[in-house]
């Protein structure tokens, strides 16, 4: 069975830094591209980055090119999300998952990890 963990999010003041964690502790990812999502208050969820199995190839949204940088570490299971000079537009609940491209992987989702960005 998955168990998506999502963690490291916070409130954080415009052009701060965060950096999200996701444990998979159903070892089930280790093998499997994944990716991070979020979903801000009245808007679907939307994809935000996309990193191989191997960790060689990652893609993303336009909105946050330049700024978010994904990578994983498959040894713990766990892929991060660090994300740079934060925007207001950029609070959501962030989500990890499988990844087939741009779209989950998976239908089961985590909790999720709130990010907040005060302007």
């Known amino acids: 069975q998955v168990q998506l963990a999502e963690s490291g999010g916070g409130l954080v003041q415009a052009g701060g830094s965060l950096r999200l964690s996701c444990a998979d502790s159903g070892r089930i990812f280790s093998n499997d591209n994944m990716g991070w999502f979020r979903q801000a208050p009245g808007k679907e969820r939307e994809f935000v980055a996309f990193?191989?199995?191997?960790?060689?190839?990652?893609y993303y949204a336009d909105s946050v090119k330049g700024r978010f940088t994904i990578s994983r570490d498959n040894a713990k299971n766990t892929v991060y999300l660090q994300m740079n000079s934060l925007k207001a537009e950029d609070s959501a609940i962030y989500y990890c998952?499988?990844?087939?491209?741009?779209?989950?992987?998976?239908?089961?989702w985590g909790q999720g990890t709130q990010g907040t960005v005060s302007s």
């Open positions: 990193v191989s199995w191997s960790g060689v190839v990652t």
């Open positions: 998952n499988a990844a087939r491209g741009r779209a989950a992987g998976a239908e089961s």
